[in-house]
Nanobody, 121 residues
Framework: QVEPVASGGGVVQAGDSLTLSCAAS????????VGWFRQAPGKEREFVAA???????QYADFAKDRFTIARDNKKRRSDLNMNSLKPEDTAVYFC???????????????WSQGTQVTVSP
C-alpha cells in the first residue's frame, strides 16, 4: 500500500454526526502528520483538519467547533469525527499523509481516494 485509504462517508441529515477513517501503511503513516481535506462540486480542495505524529492538531475555522481529528498510531489510523453536520459540509473528503506544515497548507505526500459525505437539509 502506497496510498492511504479513506472510508466512512455516507448520507446523513443535517445535525447528524459522522466519523471518517483513514488507514495507512507504516511507510506512509509512521512519523507523518495526517490531514483531512474536502472538495465540493465546482470548488477547490480545502483543508479541514490535521494531526501531527505527536498529537498536535490544527483545524480550519469552519471545523473548530464541530469536528475532531484523532489518530491511533498503533492501529495506523486517523479518524475525523464530524458533529452537527450542515448541508454545506457536503463534499468528497480525502485524507493524506505528509509533513504537518505542508498539510496545513493544503499539500501532502500521499493522498487517499475520496469518500462522499452528503448532508441532507
Amino acid at each position: 500500500q502506497v496510498e492511504p485509504v479513506a472510508s466512512g462517508g455516507g448520507v446523513v441529515q443535517a445535525g447528524d454526526s459522522l466519523t471518517l477513517s483513514c488507514a495507512a501503511s507504516q511507510e506512509i503513516f509512521d512519523g507523518y502528520a495526517v490531514g483531512w481535506f474536502r472538495q465540493a462540486p465546482g470548488k477547490e480542495r480545502e483543508f479541514v483538519a490535521a494531526i501531527q505524529w505527536f498529537g498536535n492538531t490544527q483545524y480550519a475555522d469552519f471545523a473548530k467547533d464541530r469536528f475532531t481529528i484523532a489518530r491511533d498510531n498503533k492501529k495506523r489510523r486517523s479518524d475525523l469525527n464530524m458533529n452537527s453536520l450542515k448541508p454545506e459540509d457536503t463534499a468528497v473528503y480525502f485524507c493524506a499523509s505528509g509533513p504537518f506544515t505542508e498539510i496545513t497548507r493544503n499539500s501532502a505526500n500521499h493522498w487517499s481516494q475520496g469518500t462522499q459525505v452528503t448532508v441532507s437539509p
